[in-house]
């Protein structure tokens, strides 16, 4: 379900023979095989592919839509200036609790450790009222990202002069900017169609927010398909894979040299190594690889 075949238009079904693949004869599976590769090899892939296929005893053509076999990872952004805190919109009655109806702002709900931030004089309950003598202020509860689009305006290079209430007093305070972190949204990520499986790479705010170290690596599952081979072998959301099998995992490119290793040796198990809180799991997976080309048949 989801996949190419199920999505033609006629879709592709049980008991269907497929005759053959982008014009090409299919006689038996070994064909299937060597052009369903030659497709995916193709660079760039082609939008749709043309499917012969017959049905009880009717000839049929259909459009399959190939899948990328890898996610492509979306382009660097430029590094824009930033301001290491997390903030809450302070709109009037809010304002007028705190003390003062007009001193509506941003209210600091953290300031990152390892920041700029966190060696200035900002500190949590600060209420950010001006950037460089400018008015800044929401409207409205979404307006929580108004104050770092305005410093994403500056330099990295800037200093930044700003103004904010601390127990109803204002305080100008000088701080240096920094360049923005990667955001998990925005994080890398890798999608594996043979474990149904889809990672990311870890990102400060997870670190920041779970409490990891540096000495803390790997990825990060970021979903799993119903069934598939990650989700039965008890892979959960948010897992951190640190090792597979004999691989350590560090980062999102040692995940994909890892599970291209296993793609290849194809073993009769596999051996996640996970953390998952703040303890360590093993689960074990037991894949039904798919067929490959016999390479002396084929030749």
Same mark, same amino acid.
């Given at each position: 379900?989801?996949?190419?075949a ?13 005759k053959?693949v ?9 064909g ?36 990328? =076999? ?13 301001v290491?805190?997390a903030?809450?919109?302070v709109?009037?009655d ?5 003390g003062?109806k ?16 966190? =060696?200035?004089d ?9 950037l460089?003598g400018?008015r ?16 994403k305006?500056l ?10 209430v ?9 701080l240096?900017? =920094?360049?923005?972190?990667?955001r ?6 890798d ?12 990102t ?10 540096d ?9 799993l =398909?119903?069934?598939g ?26 995940y994909r ?43």
């Amino acid at each position: 379900p989801g996949g190419g075949a199920s999505l033609a238009k006629p879709p592709l079904g049980r008991d269907d023979v497929i005759k053959k693949v982008a014009g090409v004869k299919i006689d038996d599976l070994n064909g299937f095989i060597e052009q369903y590769e030659v497709i995916m090899d193709s660079d760039p892939l082609p939008e749709y592919v043309l499917i012969n296929f017959e049905r009880t005893g009717r000839k049929y053509l259909t459009l399959l839509k190939p899948k990328p =076999e890898k996610d492509r990872d979306p382009p660097p952004e430029l590094s824009k200036a930033w301001v290491g805190v997390a903030l809450q919109p302070v709109l009037g009655d809010l304002a007028e609790h705190l003390g003062d109806k007009q001193t509506t702002g941003f209210w600091i709900t953290r300031v990152y450790p390892n920041t700029l931030a966190a =060696e200035s004089d900002l500190i949590v309950g600060d209420i950010i009222t001006h950037l460089n003598g400018k008015r800044i202020k929401p409207t409205r509860s979404e307006d929580v990202g108004r104050f770092q689009r305005a410093v994403k305006k500056l330099d990295v290079e800037d200093k930044a002069e700003i103004r904010v209430v601390r127990t109803r007093e204002p305080l100008t305070i000088s701080l240096q900017l =920094e360049s923005t972190r990667v955001r998990p949204d925005e994080a890398r990520r890798d999608h594996n169609r043979d474990f149904d499986m889809r990672v990311r790479e870890v990102t400060f705010f997870d670190r920041v927010d779970k409490r990891w170290d540096d000495e803390v690596k790997g990825v990060i599952v970021l979903s799993l =398909e119903s069934a598939g081979w990650a989700d039965l072998g008890g892979i959960r959301f948010g897992d951190l894979i640190q090792r597979i099998d004999d691989y350590p995992v560090t980062d999102l490119d040692s995940y994909r040299q890892a599970m291209e290793r296993i793609t290849e040796a194809e073993p009769e198990r596999v051996v996640f190594y996970l953390l998952r809180g703040v303890r360590t799991r093993f689960q074990y997976i037991e894949p039904e690889w798919n067929p490959r080309v016999d390479e002396k048949e084929s030749k």
